[in-house]
C-alpha cells in the first residue's frame, strides 16, 4: 500500500488515531461480557488507544531521533491492535463483519507509520552524511 505521505498532515493523523481510539473503544462497549474477550478487549483497548496518545507525544518529540523512537511505538501499537483483532475474529468470539473496518484501519495506520518511519530514518541518514562532508 503507497500512502502520499507528502499530503498527510499531522492534524488529518491526529484526528485518524483519535478516531480509531473511539471507533474502537464503542466496539468494546457492544460486546458480551465473557472471560476470554475482557482480556482480549482489555490489551485492544489499551493499545488502539496508545497509537493516537504516542503520535501526539511524536509530534512534540525532542529531536529526530526523539520522533524516530516515538513513532516506532505508534508503529507497533497499531500493528499489535490488529493481533487483538485478529484474535477476536479467529476465535469467533465477534463477528466477522464488525471487526473488518477496524482491521482494515488498523493496518493503513500500521502501513502510514511504517512509512513515515522510514522516511524519518533516511532523512536523519543523510543529514548525517551531510554534516560528515
Known amino acids: 500500500m503507497i500512502f502520499d505521505l507528502e499530503n ?3 492534524a488529518e493523523l491526529k484526528r485518524r488515531t483519535q478516531k480509531f481510539a473511539i471507533d474502537v ?3 468494546i462497549e457492544s460486546l458480551p461480557r465473557k472471560r476470554s474477550l475482557d482480556v482480549l478487549s482489555n490489551q485492544l483497548i489499551r493499545c488502539a488507544t496508545s497509537i493516537g496518545a504516542n503520535y501526539r507525544s511524536a509530534c512534540r518529540g525532542k529531536s529526530t531521533a526523539d520522533f524516530i523512537n516515538k513513532i516506532i511505538i505508534v508503529e507497533e501499537e497499531a500493528d499489535e491492535s490488529i493481533y487483538w483483532l485478529e484474535l477476536m475474529e479467529e476465535s469467533e468470539l465477534v463477528n466477522s463483519v464488525d471487526i473488518t473496518i477496524l482491521k482494515k484501519e488498523a493496518n493503513e495506520l500500521t502501513a502510514i507509520f511504517t512509512a ?9 541518514r543523510l543529514t548525517k552524511l551531510e554534516i560528515k562532508k
Request: proline content about 0%.
Open 8 to 10: 498527510l498532515d499531522k
Open 25 to 27: 473503544i464503542k466496539f
Open 116 to 124: 513515515i518511519g522510514k522516511t524519518a530514518k533516511e532523512k536523519q
